[in-house]
């Protein structure tokens, strides 16, 4: 038993997962599988990375009752909570996790259209970005904190929300409180 956990254990390493997801749908369903576990709350809502690259991703939310506001629309919550899944895992993407702890501060929600289908979040950034709102500061200031802009479109192209996700960002190595 022993041997088996040593040999899956590099499998389910996230950031080797979510390199290979980039290229391979089976390691894409993998990275679904394991996030879905490491992340609890999310489970229910069903989310699921549709696409992942070097600076970005979609997210899918299902229209299913899981998701449901009293009106059989997408709830908020759920607009909100995949809009923040969504900027956080391209940041650790970038980071990397082992280097930066990444923590939410603020989220702000615009609604603008009722989510009554399939909704796709999309989020991404540049490397031009990265360098200059985290990278350049951290070297000056023990902490950052970067707005994320993100969008949500129903599969008819419809624009449902815009969020301004918060996050501060901070070398490991700097963090004072214990872990």
Request: aromatic content about 10%.
């Amino acid at each position: 038993m022993y041997k088996l956990k040593q040999t899956l254990l590099p499998m389910f390493d996230t950031a080797t997962l979510m390199a290979k997801a980039k290229t391979s749908k089976k390691h894409l369903s993998l990275l679904n599988f394991g996030l879905a576990r490491m992340i609890p709350f999310n489970k229910p809502h069903g989310f699921r990375i549709k696409s992942l690259t070097d600076f970005g991703v979609d997210i899918h939310i299902p229209y299913k009752r899981a998701n449901f506001n009293h009106i059989k629309g997408i709830h908020a919550c759920a607009l909100a909570t995949a809009s923040e899944y969504s900027t956080g895992l391209v940041l650790l993407n970038c980071l990397g996790a082992k280097k930066y702890r990444v923590i939410m501060q603020k989220l702000e929600m615009d609604y603008h259209y009722q989510a009554k289908m399939e909704t796709t979040v999309s989020f991404a950034i540049s490397q031009e970005w990265l360098q200059k709102e985290v990278i350049t500061p951290l070297e000056k200031n023990e902490a950052v904190v970067v707005c994320c802009e993100v969008k949500a479109h129903d599969k008819e192209g419809n624009h449902l929300t815009t969020g301004r996700i918060y996050w501060q960002i901070k070398e490991w190595s700097k963090v004072k409180t214990k872990v």
